[in-house]
């Protein structure tokens, strides 16, 4: 099983502020369905209510210490126990937040990073990327267009 992480980015690592994104960028929402369609997404439950409804075409699985029950997903209390339920995938996914990332970075063998060239006034922030432990392996940049408003790239990164 591949664990992979898929974000996206300030310059300054900044991914959200009062449980939302920052930025409105069409083109990475369209390349995290292509990339997480028919896998599993992992998260926290802040993310999940940030998003409001279980992602369709994925199997969603939320972290959370409350004993709750959300329609569409299943619900565990741990990033263990939401990658345990995964064995037999070749690929899973994580989507968020913070905490999550943090705690995944030590099991993680693929990060889809978008980078949003610019500084943003977030409250969450992604844990630093540390080069020695990450090679890059795809690059695509992007700069503005009518329905993308700021420069971007789509950076893959594999453990090295």
Same mark, same amino acid.
């Given at each position: 099983m591949t664990i992979s992480i898929i974000v996206a980015i300030a310059q300054n690592h900044a991914i959200g502020k009062d449980n939302k994104l920052l930025w409105h960028l069409p083109n990475d929402l369209k390349y995290f369905k292509t990339k997480t369609?028919?896998?599993t997404v992992i998260m926290g439950r802040k993310t999940f209510d940030s998003v409001g409804k279980p992602l369709p075409k994925r199997r969603n699985i939320v972290i959370t210490r409350q004993q709750i029950k959300i329609d569409g997903c299943e619900v565990v209390s741990s990033l263990e126990d939401a990658l345990a339920l995964c064995q037999t995938e070749d690929e899973v996914f994580i989507v968020g937040g913070a905490e999550i990332y943090r705690? *995944?970075? *030590?099991? %993680?063998?693929?990060i889809y990073v978008t980078i949003i060239h610019q500084d943003f006034d977030g409250d969450t922030y992604f844990p630093e990327i540390e080069q020695s432990i990450w090679k890059e %392996? /795809?690059? /695509?940049?992007?700069?503005?267009? /009518?329905?993308n408003k700021l420069p971007y790239s789509f950076i893959t990164l594999e453990r090295r």
């Amino acid at each position: 099983m591949t664990i992979s992480i898929i974000v996206a980015i300030a310059q300054n690592h900044a991914i959200g502020k009062d449980n939302k994104l920052l930025w409105h960028l069409p083109n990475d929402l369209k390349y995290f369905k292509t990339k997480t369609s028919g896998h599993t997404v992992i998260m926290g439950r802040k993310t999940f209510d940030s998003v409001g409804k279980p992602l369709p075409k994925r199997r969603n699985i939320v972290i959370t210490r409350q004993q709750i029950k959300i329609d569409g997903c299943e619900v565990v209390s741990s990033l263990e126990d939401a990658l345990a339920l995964c064995q037999t995938e070749d690929e899973v996914f994580i989507v968020g937040g913070a905490e999550i990332y943090r705690q *995944a970075m *030590a099991v %993680t063998d693929r990060i889809y990073v978008t980078i949003i060239h610019q500084d943003f006034d977030g409250d969450t922030y992604f844990p630093e990327i540390e080069q020695s432990i990450w090679k890059e %392996t /795809e690059r /695509e940049d992007h700069q503005p267009d /009518e329905k993308n408003k700021l420069p971007y790239s789509f950076i893959t990164l594999e453990r090295r």
